[in-house]
């Protein structure tokens, strides 16, 4: 049902259904991308013209949630489509992860389906500065999303079981992203918590 709605809206279909899906609508990105990916392979859509769609209809919507973070703020907490995407006990976790590797952030949540929008709203409500965001999740993508359209394209009649494979490689990357940022975050509150000690010392003195 899915493929038929994204062969007869095309490459409409394909970018309005990426950009809504970044903002709420129940709908995996990486459903989308492979769907067009298949139906290029079947001569209903054409590659050269579907792959940058899908780039383009998932940067979009990247940089609107960004947006509505960054311009709503606080506010933007209050609207329907987002208190499904972020609630404020998340939302406080994220901005003290936020402040101290807000890109990396980006980066890893890009690979989770589940904490991409919370992570891209939250980067415009701490005010993540915007090169920062787009060159993060840029870097993502432009691997990701040809992947996924490629190994769609060359292997549809394998497509269920090659995304899995590329599932587990990316939780690994979003994993890994996570852990250094945890481990940075570590040794800054530790160097943090020394010199705390080191001026009460001095201070009994």
Not at 32 to 39: C, N, R, S
Not at 65 to 82: K, Q, S, T
Not at 157 to 175: G, S, T
């Amino acid at each position: 049902m899915f493929d038929s709605l994204i062969a007869y809206w095309s490459y409409l279909g394909v970018f309005a259904t990426l950009c809504l899906a970044s903002l709420g609508l129940p709908i995996p990105e990486e459903i989308v991308v492979v769907t067009a990916g298949v139906l290029s392979h079947q001569g209903v859509m054409r590659w050269w013209l579907a792959l940058p769609v899908c780039l383009l209809g998932v940067v979009i919507g990247d940089i609107a949630l960004y947006g509505i973070g960054r311009h709503f703020g606080e506010r933007a907490l209050a609207l329907p489509l987002i208190r499904r995407v972020l609630d404020p006990a998340r939302r406080v976790r994220m901005e003290a992860a936020y402040r101290k590797r807000g890109a990396l952030i980006v980066f890893g949540a890009r690979h989770v389906a589940g904490l991409r929008g919370a992570a891209f709203l939250t980067a415009g409500i701490v005010h993540l500065p915007f090169w920062k965001f787009l060159l993060a999740d840029g870097i993502a993508i432009a691997y990701g999303i040809p992947l996924s359209f490629g190994l769609a394209y060359f292997f549809s009649e394998h497509v269920h079981r090659l995304m899995a494979e590329v599932h587990r490689v990316e939780r690994w990357i979003a994993v890994v992203a996570v852990l250094v940022a945890a481990v940075w975050i570590a040794r800054v509150l530790r160097r943090r918590g020394r010199q705390v000690v080191g001026e009460e010392t001095e201070a009994s003195a």
